[in-house]
């Protein structure tokens, strides 16, 4: 039978097991922040030096749209540039007019064209006590005991998840 002093062994082996790989995250964070801080400048320049040439790309195809009719694009240096024709919009002054007109004119296709939607709000239902929820037809079912674990410091799972996630991708990738 477990008792309590074996969770409590148990609970600070994990602890400690947690420690163990938070200093190894903080290890591993310190050094990122140092290559970053060492990298940050050049990769700045970069970003904005390749901004600033994809801006005078952008003026030098506007000002020459006679060179991409046909072929609209091209590729050039890796780069596919050219003119393309841009998405459309509708746009409806009036919602109700425009709801009325589609049940008048294409009332067939109204229950697609037209949005109608009707739902309790469940955030606004757990307001309620449980007598009022009973007078609506809604059924509170309790919550069961269930295995509970959670370390405090959530931040560190969360970096050492996305690094994981990361480190998976790379292998799927190679």
Known sequence: ???LNDIEKQARMYADKRQILRDRVEAFEAE??????????????AQIAASQ?????????DAAPELFIKPKT???HGIRCGMQMGKGKIEI???DKTCALIRKHLADQADVLIKTTEAP???ALNQLSAAELKKIGVKVIPGKDQVFIKATDSALDKLVEALMKEAREKEDAA
């Open 121 to 123: 709000v469940n955030k």
């Open 32 to 45: 990122v922040d140092r290559i970053k801080r060492k990298h940050y400048k050049g990769i700045r320049a």
């Open 93 to 95: 002054a009036d919602n």
């Open 53 to 61: 040439a994809e801006d005078r790309l952008g003026i030098s195809i």
């Open 1 to 3: 039978m477990t008792t």
């Open 74 to 76: 091209h590729n050039l």
